[in-house]
């Protein structure tokens, strides 16, 4: 699926973090228990355009951008951390009258999935944790120099997605990387508004957003669908989460880097797919 034929299908609202009303796109198809997708940084819902229309057969499956990202507000002046965004997802969930859902998060997804799971327990019947930040595993010095100010006013447009496209065509797996993957997720950068909220969300990446929680409190039945190749957020954070949440299993697919969605999507379907059905 193209990025263009993937945004035509977001929906809006408006979600209100910090006194901030914030516009907050997201995927909102089929019916059915609910099943959230929430993507890391820097990407996008787009990251889920290969797992998650899957499931609409026979789950209501809604995939939001966080705000900062995609086709949600990118306006500067609010805060875009994990702790803003766990806010962000929690109105969006009571707006749709989401009493409790199946979470999968990936990446800062994941570290919004995990906190949410902690403070509201009775909220998350299903959670699954693909190469997600957790304790102090982040963030990345790459995303930090991002965050500088002097960073991305050193830079303009083309230099921005072209550094961009080089960090995705290193880290997905194979050499064969998916141009429209790569073109989805650099093109929501390619403009000066875009490339400021990219410096807000990495600056707003505060590894006290997850050492702040205890990762042992997560009750829900919780599976790591981990990359296991993953230089970023490596499996040995995955072996930890399962040792420490009482009912958690860990899968790690091999063949795939940090972006497992995309570097394993049948495998990803599959495991998934068997996980929410036992």
Not at 208 to 234: K, N, Y
Request: net charge negative.
């Amino acid at each position: 699926m193209e990025h263009d034929e993937w945004t035509e299908q977001l929906e809006s609202r408006t979600v209100t973090v910090d006194e901030h009303d914030l516009e907050m796109a997201y995927y909102d198809e089929g019916s059915g228990d609910p099943l959230v997708f929430l993507h890391g940084i820097p990407t996008s819902s787009f990251l889920w355009r290969e797992i998650a229309p899957a499931f609409t057969d026979d789950y209501r499956v809604i995939v939001p951008d966080m705000v900062g990202y995609g086709e949600s507000a990118m306006h500067d002046g609010f805060d875009r951390s994990i702790r803003a965004q766990e806010l962000a997802v929690a109105d969006l969930f009571d707006q749709l009258g989401l009493d409790s859902v199946s979470f999968v998060g990936h990446d800062l997804g994941g570290g919004v999935g995990l906190r949410y799971a902690v403070h509201e327990p009775d909220a998350v019947d299903d959670l699954v944790l693909s190469n997600a930040v957790c304790y102090d595993s982040w963030p990345i010095e790459r995303i930090v120099d991002l965050g500088l100010p002097a960073t991305i006013e050193g830079m303009d447009v083309d230099d921005l997605t072209g550094l961009l496209e080089s960090v995705y065509h290193a880290t997905l797996y194979g050499d064969d990387a998916d141009d429209d993957f790569v073109e989805g997720m650099v093109s929501q950068w390619a403009s000066e508004e875009g490339m400021v909220s990219l410096s807000r969300n990495a600056i707003g990446t505060n590894t006290s957003h997850t050492t702040e929680i205890d990762h042992g409190a997560v009750e829900a039945r919780t599976l790591m669908l981990w990359g296991a190749e993953d230089e970023f957020q490596p499996i040995e954070y995955a072996k930890q989460l399962e040792a420490d949440i009482d009912d958690a299993d860990l899968v790690g697919l091999e063949e795939a880097n940090h972006w497992v969605p995309e570097d394993r999507p049948e495998a990803y379907r599959e495991e998934l797919r068997e996980f929410l059905e036992e």
